[in-house]
């Protein structure tokens, strides 16, 4: 399917993820050491400056309150703005120290955490749905009709392919009832076709329908159609892939041969001797 919108999200949800990532570790470490360094050096600055104006000031604020009148009130008053701007920085910049000493708060830690994990799942989703616009078959198998063209619209749960599953292959059978007490889970039996004349197929049966139902219109039996029969698949071994899907077949059960443990795969049953 189309797959260039879902990229173009997820590359951008990937960079947002790496930048909140980068938010979090620097939250979590905390200002570098020169920071706090150059942070000191402004509050020696500051204090420096701070002493130099109140200096200042207070050598022409005796000037004035004396009666020498070596300085203009002007002048007196420009003094003590520079030495209130010199509190001020002095002030500011010893709050900028403490916060680089306090770190980052824990409030801010949990946001940044907080904000980490929406990306992350978000990017998830956004994978998932990429993902979701690739179709898979469920199993291997032999595409047997393409439904839809490329360049076709396709809404949700819509058929795009028909898949005829060919691993395993099974012979579908009908047991009478009155028959069902001598057939059993893993017994062998042999599956002959009108294709190939005198060569058998090794299998077992791998499946018993719990439940019976009416024979199907297309099961030829010389007994009569409303019989109740149970549905049985017998799983075969085909090593050439002579077999086709819908071919009719007979199948024949070893009453008389030892019953195996139904095998755990198709594969390993056929390969043993």
């Not at 403490?98 to 955490?113: A, Y």
């Not at 799942?121 to 063209?149: D, H, W």
Request: one cysteine or more; a negative charge; glycine letters at 4%.
């Amino acid at each position: 399917m189309e797959q260039e919108p879902f990229l173009n999200a997820v590359q951008t949800v990937d960079a947002t993820l790496k930048f909140a990532e980068a938010r979090m570790t620097e939250g979590i470490h905390g200002p570098r050491p020169q920071e706090i360094e150059s942070a000191r050096a402004a509050v020696q600055s500051a204090e420096a400056s701070l002493a130099n104006a109140t200096l200042i000031y207070n050598r022409r604020a005796s000037l004035i309150d004396g009666h020498e009148r070596a300085t203009s009130r002007e002048e007196a008053d420009t003094t003590k703005a520079d030495r209130i701007v010199a509190e001020a920085n002095l002030k500011k910049a010893r709050e900028d120290l403490s916060l680089l000493l306090e770190g980052t708060r824990s409030e801010q830690k949990q946001q940044q955490h907080a904000e980490f994990e929406a990306q992350r799942a978000n990017l998830a989703l956004l994978r998932y749905r990429l993902s979701r616009a690739t179709l898979k078959a469920p199993s291997a198998g032999v595409i047997r009709t393409r439904i839809l063209e490329p360049g076709a619209v396709v809404m949700a749960n819509s058929p795009v392919f028909t898949l005829a599953l060919t691993d395993p292959q099974w012979c579908r059978v009908y047991v009478d009832e009155s028959d069902l007490g001598k057939v059993r889970m893993g017994m062998p039996a042999r599956i002959t076709t009108d294709s190939y004349p005198g060569k058998s197929y090794r299998g077992w049966v791998g499946y018993i329908s719990p439940v019976a139902e009416f024979t199907p219109k297309a099961v030829e039996t010389p007994e009569l159609r409303t019989n109740l029969v149970y549905q049985t698949r017998i799983y075969t071994c085909d090593p050439d892939q002579e077999l086709r899907l819908g071919m009719p077949a007979t199948v024949t059960l070893s009453l008389h041969e030892e019953t195996r443990t139904p095998p755990a795969s198709l594969s390993d049953y056929c390969q043993s001797p």
